[in-house]
T-cell receptor, first 110, second 113 residues
């Protein structure tokens, strides 16, 4: 059974602080990992993808991948109220499918 | 949601009635997907398509069927709706080989009474 686990939250972070979101996955052979953001009542949108061990930075976002420990994380620096959303972790399985975590709800407090 | 539209956006129906949700894309993408999203669950794949008339089952396909007669349209049909199929349904497209970057439609909220 392919599984992706996330803490459902909510995770409350003060404005300007670093938000850290974590995700673990069960399939050791997984090669592609994604973070999507979903605002309430909206559809998910891709914010980061990562394929290799280590860090990948894009603006205020950093994705971190550790395949040996089977976890992927997302750091959001200088958190803004507009970052308040649910963050979904997804892991590619085979050619066509993604396995999704249930999401972590992030609340940025002004 | 540019390039991908879902219809209807909201629907209320009764148990036992057939329901069809439509996904239309203007991106000419090869891959199309239907997901459902329920509280406490991640997105769960219902069916997907990797070309015209090429479809396959996802992890929660029971009670659902799909058709793709044209590149731009992917239809999801509930032959006989049940209350357990009350959910938000998302269509997604991908133009890259396999399931990499997905672009989602705005979603269709279905309530089965």
């Amino acid at each position: 059974q392919k599984e992706v686990e996330q803490n459902s939250g909510p995770l409350s972070v003060p404005e300007g602080a670093i938000a850290s979101l974590n995700c673990t996955y069960s399939d050791r052979g997984s090669q592609s990992f994604f973070w999507y953001r979903q605002y309430s009542g909206k559809s998910p949108e891709l914010i980061m993808s990562i394929y290799s061990n280590g860090d990948k930075e894009d603006g205020r976002f950093t994705a971190q991948l550790n395949k040996a420990s089977q976890y992927v994380s997302l750091l959001i620096r200088d958190s803004q109220p507009s970052d308040s959303a649910t963050y979904l972790c997804a892991v590619r399985w085979g050619n066509y499918q993604l396995i999704w975590g249930a999401g972590t709800k992030l609340i940025i407090k002004p | 949601d540019a390039g991908i539209t879902q219809s209807p956006r909201h629907k209320v129906t009764e148990t036992g009635t057939p329901v069809t949700l439509r996904c239309h894309q203007t991106e000419n993408h090869r891959y199309m997907y239907w997901y459902r999203q329920d509280p406490g669950h991640g997105l769960r794949l219902i069916h997907y398509s990797y070309g015209v008339k090429d479809t396959d089952k996802g992890e929660v396909s029971d009670g659902y069927s799909v058709s793709r007669s044209k590149t731009e349209d992917f239809l999801l049909t509930l032959e006989s709706a049940t209350s357990s199929q009350t959910s938000v349904y998302f269509c997604a497209i991908s133009g890259i080989t396999g399931a990499n970057v997905l672009t989602f439609g705005a979603g269709s909220r279905l309530t089965v009474l």
